[in-house]
Every structure is written in C-alpha cells, then in structure tokens.
C-alpha cells in the first residue's frame, strides 16, 4: 500500500500559492511573471545604456529568457516551492 507516493494527496501542497490583493486571492506566480518582465526592462534599459545591447545576437531570446529566469527567482525567494 501506498502511503505516501504518487497517488497519496499530499496536504502540504494542496492549496496553490497566492496573496490576497483587493480582496480575493491572487495566483503568486503571475505576480512573479509581472515583476520579473519589469525587471527584464529595467535590466534592457542598463544594456542600452551601457552599450551591452548592441552586441547581443539574439535580443529576443536573451531577453526572454532573462524574463522567466527572474520570474523563478522571485518565485523561490517569495513562495520557496
């Protein structure tokens, strides 16, 4: 019998991660995703400044990439699942 394998539900992670934000429950990760896109922007904005953005071969790539890397970050620093 399994007690504690796939098929058991585990309690601990039952409820997804959210926050309240005017008045209902707000999903984590989406907040995630929106501060880690105002991140990427600001970091795009230090690039150009410094010239770093002009060497870059595939902007659209990098940059998206640079989004979902902070997106997680922030997602393990907040939540820590």
Same mark, same amino acid.
């Given at each position: 019998?399994?007690? /504690?394998?796939? =098929?058991?539900?585990?309690?601990?992670? *039952?409820?997804?991660? !959210?926050?309240?934000?005017?008045?209902?429950?707000?999903?984590?990760?989406?907040?995630?995703?929106?501060? /880690?896109?105002? =991140?990427?922007?600001?970091?795009?904005? *230090?690039?150009?400044? !410094?010239?770093?953005?002009?060497?870059?071969?595939w902007r659209v790539a990098v940059?998206?990439?640079?989004?979902?890397?902070?997106?997680?970050?922030?997602?393990l620093a907040t939540v820590g699942?």
């Amino acid at each position: 019998m399994l007690t /504690g394998g796939l =098929l058991a539900p585990n309690t601990a992670m *039952a409820a997804a991660p !959210s926050v309240p934000m005017f008045g209902s429950f707000f999903p984590a990760w989406l907040l995630c995703i929106f501060a /880690g896109t105002i =991140l990427t922007v600001l970091v795009r904005v *230090a690039f150009v400044a !410094s010239g770093l953005d002009d060497i870059l071969r595939w902007r659209v790539a990098v940059y998206m990439s640079m989004a979902v890397g902070l997106a997680f970050l922030l997602l393990l620093a907040t939540v820590g699942r």
